[in-house]
């Protein structure tokens, strides 16, 4: 047990490092940017809903860094060339961000090709938790999406045929039940890749999609997977990466959000999935005190 652990957090440190220093309601709000040829962009018109967009269309190929930053905390992304904009999540709160691209010299130098400021106000402190952004993509054609809305279509024709008659048509799904729903899925049809770290570049960020076509992913997978097919309903959710009580290494889970409650909760599906198809117990809910977080998303 103590080895297979360790497996899966090992795993997790390469595919989501960080280089240190439909619904019934959508909430995924941020707008469309026009793109522009070629060059760099920071745009900051999806600010207020927790999200910069940054554009990435470069001529050389050299390896970019973006660092997103609030007074002395910052978060560090490898910056992919893309003919779109990509959104980066503003999620240290309210406050003057600083977004700047940096280009790679020699070795581990980089030196700021751009850099742009501006002071956030977040309509909501969990709208950011409901954007796609670069590590939980999505986007309401995606397949997983899809899914996640047949899945809960499924799971409201069901809950109608056991209500009375005369209550039929007023029933329906409830924010636990969804939550439950979608994390079910994951838990009991995404198995864990022991061979997906050969070959894997530091750079690795999921999609979706190829982990529901191939039924199989790491930590990051499940945490990205869970995490957009419950924005898409509206529900806010964390990827968090850091460090649980099982092993000493990196891992990826998710914090979900219960608004009934008011409160955020600990959910780790790769763990969970693991102790399914090993038919072992467990729990949606986990002892936060177990999670140490060092970054969320």
């Not at 240190?20 to 809903?49: C, R, V």
């Not at 905390?73 to 977004?99: A, H, K, M, W």
Request: hydrophobic share 35%; net charge negative.
């Amino acid at each position: 047990m103590k080895k297979v652990v360790f497996l899966l957090v090992t795993m997790a440190i390469l595919a989501g490092q960080i280089v240190p220093s439909s619904a019934e309601i959508i909430q995924n709000t941020a707008k469309p940017i026009t793109t522009i040829q070629y060059g760099h962009d920071i745009n900051f018109t999806n600010a207020s809903e927790g999200v910069v967009s940054v554009y990435n269309n470069n001529t050389v190929e050299k390896k970019m860094k973006l660092v997103v930053q609030l007074g002395t905390e910052r978060y560090i992304y490898n910056l992919f060339d893309n003919s779109e904009y990509v959104n980066y999540p503003l999620q240290l709160g309210n406050g003057f961000y600083t977004v700047s691209v940096y280009q790679n010299t020699t070795g581990t130098k980089y030196k700021k090709i751009t850099s742009k400021s501006f002071n956030v106000t977040l309509e909501d402190d969990n709208s950011v938790y409901l954007q796609s952004v670069l590590e939980i993509s999505w986007d309401m054609e995606d397949e997983s999406i899809r899914l996640a809305d047949d899945l809960l279509a499924e799971a409201l024709v069901a809950k109608r045929n056991n209500a009375v008659a005369d209550k039929k048509d007023s029933v329906i799904l409830s924010e636990k039940e969804k939550i439950d729903k979608l994390y079910s899925y994951v838990v009991e049809n995404i198995i864990y890749d022991y061979d997906k770290i050969d070959g894997l570049e530091y750079s690795y960020v999921p999609h979706n999609d190829v982990t529901l076509e191939l039924k199989a992913g790491i930590c990051y997978d499940y945490s990205s997977l869970l995490a957009s097919m419950l924005r898409s309903q509206g529900i806010p959710t964390k990827m968090v990466k850091g460090y649980a009580n099982t092993s000493s290494v990196y891992h990826a889970w998710n914090e979900v959000f219960l608004s009934d409650e008011k409160r955020w909760v600990v959910v780790d599906t790769t763990f969970d999935a693991y102790r399914e198809q090993n038919g072992y117990s467990y729990s949606f809910e986990k002892v936060s005190s177990n999670y140490n977080k060092v970054k969320e998303f």
